[in-house]
């Protein structure tokens, strides 16, 4: 009788530690990787550290995971932890090195098996069943079959086993950020948007970071379109960058002017989803085909700056 108390009670303290997990909240890394997380998360065995997506508007998170190539993401993450109640562990990922990284840092490409080793080093949060299971008269050894298996990375899709671009929406108008943002966001290779409402920002947000995409508002405030379009090809990094006109105006006119201007190509508003899926389709084949060559250059500049 003792022995079966034993065991229920032990069975009882497996069922709360099942149900205490890790809450992970992501930043700049769009819709489409949250769902692959979402399908990595739920192949987690349950007697052992378990993960769930939560979304900014949570009061708790144990795990902020943060795209620090993504501006906008750095600066959600710093109104998040002035208004968190507990400050979250941050697991940052970049491409290149961080002056002041935090203590866990997945550099380079984001993937399920980087992701998840970060994740099992991050102490679960401290709770009655963990003390409940440390009693030596509970501490049974888990049957054959409720031994801990591997993450199997081999049957789920690397996060960022296709090759990673970044975008920039250049528009004054916040209906067309949003109706990019959600397009571009559809889009697994795409891993990070950045915005900006005039040509001067994003003259200065195109110094600053690397942009693979670039669509572009013809109608702004101060500078036009076609001549951010011209500055932006006047810079060596974006001379073949695909730069998209997305205008209301498409006469003839506009359009050479557009082609004169350097850009690639024309999206009229507002944008169909069938034309974009096109475009996208092109563009991203275009950008798979260069990415060695773009890699070895990014990687001679590297070598030239330090």
Not at 91 to 99: I, Y
Not at 139 to 152: D, G, M, R, S
């Amino acid at each position: 009788m003792q022995v079966n108390n034993m065991r229920k009670e032990h069975q009882n303290t497996q069922d709360r530690q099942a149900n205490t997990s890790l809450s992970v909240c992501v930043l700049g890394f769009g819709v489409s990787l949250e769902e692959k997380l979402k399908q990595l998360f739920q192949q987690q065995p349950l007697y052992k550290n378990s993960y769930r997506l939560v979304p900014p508007t949570d009061s708790h998170m144990d795990v902020l995971l943060v795209n620090y190539d993504n501006p906008l993401a750095l600066r959600k993450k710093d109104l998040l932890l002035n208004s968190l109640p507990a400050k979250p562990h941050i697991v940052a990922v970049s491409q290149g090195p961080l002056d002041k990284a935090p203590p866990y840092h997945i550099r380079g490409m984001l993937t399920a098996g980087r992701l998840m080793a970060v994740l099992a080093s991050i102490p679960a949060p401290a709770g009655p069943s963990a003390t409940l299971f440390a009693h030596p008269a509970l501490a049974i050894t888990p049957k054959p079959e409720l031994a801990p298996t591997p993450v199997p990375v081999a049957n789920v899709t690397a996060l960022a086993s296709k090759p990673r671009y970044r975008a920039l929406v250049v528009d004054d108008s916040l209906a067309i950020q949003k109706s990019l943002e959600l397009k571009l966001s559809a889009l697994e290779q795409i891993s990070g948007i950045d915005f900006s409402e005039n040509g001067t920002t994003a003259l200065a947000m195109a110094d600053a970071n690397h942009y693979d995409v670039i669509f572009l508002d013809v109608m702004m405030p101060g500078i036009d379109g076609y001549e951010t379009c011209t500055r932006l090809r006047s810079n060596p990094r974006y001379k073949k960058t695909p730069i998209i006109m997305v205008s209301g105006k498409t006469s003839p006119l506009d359009e050479v002017k557009g082609v004169m201007a350097g850009c690639t190509t024309y999206l009229t508003k507002p944008v169909q989803d069938e034309a974009f899926q096109k475009l996208s389709v092109r563009v991203l084949a275009w950008l798979t085909a260069r990415q060695p060559q773009e890699q070895s250059q990014r990687e001679n500049a590297n070598i030239v700056r330090h």
